[in-house]
């Protein structure tokens, strides 16, 4: 994996030179307790070897810049919606970057995919996602704390072709 990341890095330089300051300023470490491909949070990008070893080159790299993009986003830092789960937050971050970026190797939920409109910013989707989760909290204000994987300021790719054989049903948030 260090050379895959090394390689990214290296291509970044010249080409994406916001994602290589990404990853110059974060940690990247493996985490085999993680049930998904790629996460991001506490100025770490975690991958799980088991599964990023079996994705293609193309995968992984998208599976990084998805981390990358979500990182300038702030999505796993200070845009944090009040009241919104773990799975939420990471289900309307996937909204925003599935409906403004185009993915070729990796699938992330759309906002169609909840039934929602384009165009909204990541607080709109995690609260209106939120709701669909917990739909007996008919106030909004949601729960937190309902995904084993993640905590309140991390988020993950789930989002890999099904060809990859890795799980793409955004459920494991």
Request: hydrophobic share 30%.
């Amino acid at each position: 994996m260090k050379e895959k990341i090394e390689k990214i890095s290296l291509d970044w330089f010249l080409s994406e030179p916001a994602l290589f300051k990404v990853l110059c300023s974060h940690e990247i470490v493996p985490n085999t307790a993680i049930d998904c491909p790629m996460r991001c949070g506490k100025r770490r990008i975690e991958y799980c070897p088991a599964l990023c070893k079996r994705l293609p080159d193309e995968t992984f790299r998208e599976l990084v810049k998805v981390e990358c993009i979500r990182i300038l986003l702030k999505h796993p830092y200070e845009r944090q919606p009040a009241e919104c789960s773990p799975r939420a937050v990471v289900a309307g971050s996937d909204c925003v970057l599935a409906d403004n970026y185009s993915w070729r190797h990796v699938r992330l939920s759309a906002p169609g995919d909840y039934g929602l409109e384009s165009g909204h910013p990541f607080e709109y989707y995690a609260r209106r996602i939120e709701l669909m989760l917990n739909p007996s909290d008919g106030d909004g204000s949601g729960s937190k704390g309902n995904s084993s994987k993640m905590s309140d300021d991390d988020t993950g790719s789930q989002g890999v072709d099904r060809e990859d054989d890795v799980s793409s049903n955004g459920s494991s948030d």
